[in-house]
């Protein structure tokens, strides 16, 4: 079962850097800076490649910096699945004994200390209110009278 995981996350990431790869005004493949591997924490281990890309050089010439894709997947370093756990246990609990739940009971090292549940609590309540209010719309607070 680990090795069929391992195989389809190594491909839905491989897919989707490679779909990144392109530049979005000339459609070429923009520069690799580098290419390391990434372990984002997730309820399973499963080792991922995590190229960096350069800017287009014919669409931004000059430009300095990389970005992982991977990073757009995995903000936090989390999969969205272990970030929704984690922000349902720290807003059900002290954060604390939300850390020792979590290192109790996931196949995962016990890297989650507090202050990891209180920032991703926190962090998925901010986008939460900004999906709400995006989808929302000034006219929905005006009509609830907030």
């Not at 300095?64 to 609990?93: H, N, W």
């Not at 939300?98 to 995962?108: D, N, Q, R």
């Not at 989650?112 to 986008?127: F, P």
């Amino acid at each position: 079962m680990a090795a069929l995981q391992s195989a389809v996350v190594n491909h839905e990431a491989e897919t989707y850097a490679l779909f990144r790869r392109v530049c979005p005004d000339c459609h070429t493949f923009r520069p690799a800076k580098d290419y390391t591997t990434s372990d984002p924490k997730r309820l399973g281990a499963v080792e991922v490649s995590n190229p960096r890309w350069l800017p287009c050089r014919e669409c931004y010439p000059g430009t300095v910096g990389a970005f992982a894709p991977l990073k757009e997947i995995c903000p936090d370093q989390a999969t969205p699945e272990l970030m929704e756990l984690t922000a349902r246990l720290g807003s059900m609990m002290p954060y604390r004994q939300a850390a020792k739940v979590l290192a109790e009971f996931l196949p995962i090292e016990p890297t989650e200390k507090h202050a990891t549940v209180r920032k991703r609590t926190i962090r998925i309540g901010e986008r939460l209110d900004v999906s709400i209010t995006t989808e929302s719309g000034p006219w929905f607070f005006a009509q609830k009278g907030l």
